[in-house]
């Protein structure tokens, strides 16, 4: 998905490490509120953003969190992005409900389906469509991106599709669709170590999870209300954990089916800068990215099928992006 925002945030940051905390400690969770952003002309479907934001800009690798709907498609007009370009990242896109055709400058034509991961890995360019298929009603569910680290970050395109087993475990169905939780393993490749994992908690359930010390996470509520280490996540909140944990208890406080989405990774060390669609590690390499975007480079190929335009990049900020960290550890 692309950030369609005409005056996309400027992001540069820089993730903290935290200690092990001692055995049995309390895990600490700050719960993030998103802020509604439109992806579009006035019949646009509007996405619930958590990260980046001021609080926070990463949880490991994870930088970028779009959650929305159930939509009904004939009210909000779907999904319909048209081409735009990615540097620096991975693009995950995970569904609850609906359909989305994919498009991407590599050839692939593929859909995204619910319990179904698509993965894009864009690397030095590349650039690709979504548009919300005409067999879906109501459009639901997740787009996050991964910042790929300096040694990786001009991989080559890729594209993967990986469609997991749920686990049922303690009145929980887990789907893990990167990293590994609750005895499942992600076939998937990433660039950094990271959890992705879809769980839906039946009503009144705790789900006790055995986690790496060394990852923090985040708890995405899609519905419902849960408890998190002994802290209250509403529907549509993050929950942020930091590292040093060994485990996480989920509650499910409802009498009806709570979902969530839980992310983590080792804390992302390096500095970067993110804006619109690109990630890099400077203002001249988005800068870049976005002349050869606007000029058709190579660079970022063609995206064959789309009926349509290219997406148009924004204007640059007036100033070189400022420094922007995660807070620092208490």
Known sequence: MSNVETTPMEVRCGATVEGERPAGA???????TPRDVPLGGPRAMTVRRTLPQRARTLIGAWCFADHYGPDDVSVTGGMRVAPHPHTGLQTVSWLFTGEIEHRDSMG????VRPGELNLM????GISHSEVSTPRTSILHGVQL????PEEHRDAERDFQHYAPEPALVDGAEIRVFLGSLAGRVSPV???TPLLGAEI????RATLTLTVDPGFEHGLLVDQGEVRLAGTTVGAAELGHVPTGHHALTLTNESDAVARTVLLGGTPFEEEIVMWWNFVGRSHEDIAKAREEWQNSSDRFGVVEGYPGERLPAPALPNAVILPRRNPPRR
């Open 189 to 191: 490749r990433t660039f």
């Open 145 to 148: 991106w991964v910042a790929l």
């Open 108 to 111: 692939n034509h593929a859909y």
């Open 26 to 32: 309390a895990a600490r969770v700050d719960v993030l």
């Open 121 to 124: 890995t864009g690397g030095y």
């Open 200 to 203: 839906v908690l039946q009503p």
